[in-house]
Nanobody, 123 residues
Framework: QVHLVESGGGLVQAGDSLRLSCTAS????????MGWYRQAPGKEREFVAA????????LLTDSVKGRFTISGDNAKNTVYLRMNSLKPEDTAVYYC????????????????WGQGTQVTVSS
C-alpha cells in the first residue's frame, strides 16, 4: 500500500515563503502524478497544484500562479510546493495527493491522500 509522507508546514508572516515536500513510499505506476490540495476552516478542499513526475508537466490553480511553484523529483517519488509571497488567505491544511495512473493533469483524481500539514500565515 502506497502512503505519502509530508513535511514543511508551519507558521509564517505575510510575505514569507515556505516549501512543502511529499514523498510516496513506493512507485507502482509509471504515470504517477502528485499534487497538493488545501482546506481552510469552513471551506471545501480545493486543488492547488499538481505535477506529472515522468514529464515535469505542471498545473496550478489561478489563485496561486506567480506565487507558488510545484516541481517533482522523479527518482525520489517526491513533489515540492514552493510558496512565495504568502497571504493570510493561504492559511489552510495542505494535503498531498497522488494519482497513480494520470495521463492528463486536468483530470487529476486522487487515489491516495497524505495526512495533511498546517500552513498558517499571519497578517
Amino acid at each position: 500500500q502506497v502512503h505519502l509522507v509530508e513535511s514543511g508546514g508551519g507558521l509564517v508572516q505575510a510575505g514569507d515563503s515556505l516549501r512543502l515536500s511529499c514523498t510516496a513510499s513506493e512507485r507502482t505506476f509509471e504515470n504517477l502524478a502528485m499534487g497538493w490540495y488545501r482546506q481552510a476552516p469552513g471551506k471545501e478542499r480545493e486543488f492547488v497544484a499538481a505535477v506529472r513526475l515522468n514529464s515535469g508537466i505542471t498545473l496550478l490553480t489561478d489563485s496561486v500562479k506567480g506565487r507558488f511553484t510545484i516541481s517533482g523529483d522523479n527518482a525520489k517519488n517526491t513533489v515540492y510546493l514552493r510558496m512565495n509571497s504568502l497571504k493570510p488567505e493561504d492559511t489552510a491544511v495542505y494535503y498531498c495527493a497522488a494519482d497513480l495512473t494520470n495521463y492528463r493533469l486536468e483530470s487529476f483524481q486522487t487515489d491516495i491522500w497524505g495526512q495533511g500539514t498546517q500552513v498558517t500565515v499571519s497578517s
